[in-house]
């Protein structure tokens, strides 16, 4: 309901919203709750019951940190949609949505892809998502500014930012390990991080994720997994990612969380951070 009514009322001005998804998401709300809008309503008053709150989640992490790894599998966990907004680009520009046109030629020209057409993507996303009746969402990628943030804010209510962080020596090892095989295309990983713990800090241990015995001599570095690089885009990410980490933790929404090592020690951890543990484990017994 929130996020439909913010939608309506956005509707008029930048953002752009695909009328056939929206007249079904206000028509199913609109039945299945027989209130009517109110255009007017306060953010606050528009939350949800606790019981039957969305997942309406943002994952926050520099490059290389694993953020689409972890986001992926909580939304398998959940049984909601993984929505990074590079995908949702790249799915208007494969389309013959009513974008895909002003968007090819953005792409073509080398431009940057503008916080409206971004947000109208996201927006027509989260309404046909609510309309098929998704319980929520994780978004990746999406907001790396303040401005974009804050044009979120208006169009849905996010309830927790998932702030990933690795030590960063141990993030630029990772970065600077990986391999793509130019055969198969498949990604590995040839850094094998194992830092002893010292001064009440733990050790960090994430093997290597090596490739079939095939592919080893086929393996690519990206040209611009070098040291000089990685660090400028962990530089960057660090300068940008800041005040919008600011913005949720004056919220109080900003959960921070350092992974401890690879996927296997870090999943366990992350889902108790998350108070999901127990609730994998019911879905691990049903299964
Ligand atoms: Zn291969």
Partial sequence: ??????LVRHSSSIFYLGSRCLSSAVASEANSHATPFNFHLKPHLQRKDPKDRNVQWVFL?????????????????????????????????????????????IVNKGQLVSDEIIISLLSKRLAAGEAKGESGFILDGFPRTIKQAEILEGVT?????????LREDVLLEKCLGRRICSQCGGNFNLASINIKGEDGNPG???????????????????????????????RIYNEMSQPVEEFYRSRE????????????????????ALNLDEYENKQSAAA
């Avoid at 939304?75 to 949505?97: D, Q």
């Avoid at 209510?157 to 962080?165: F, M, S, T, W």
């Fill in 1 to 6: 309901m929130a996020a439909i009514t913010r």
């Fill in 253 to 272: 929404k900003l959960l921070e969380f350092d992974l401890p090592g690879g996927i296997p020690e870090s999943w366990p951890k992350l889902l108790q």
């Fill in 204 to 234: 960090i241990n994430m093997p290597p994720l090596l490739p079939p015995a095939h592919c080893m001599s086929k393996l690519i570095t990206r040209s611009d997994d070098t040291e000089t690089v990685v660090k400028e885009r962990l």
């Fill in 157 to 165: 209510e996010i309830d927790l930012v998932v702030n990933l962080k």
């Fill in 61 to 105: 992490g520099c490059p290389g940190v694993g953020k689409g790894t972890y986001a992926s599998r909580l939304c398998n966990l959940l049984g909601i949609p993984h929505i990074a907004t590079g995908n949702l680009v790249r799915e208007e520009l494969a389309s013959s949505g009513p974008l895909a046109a002003q968007l090819s030629e």
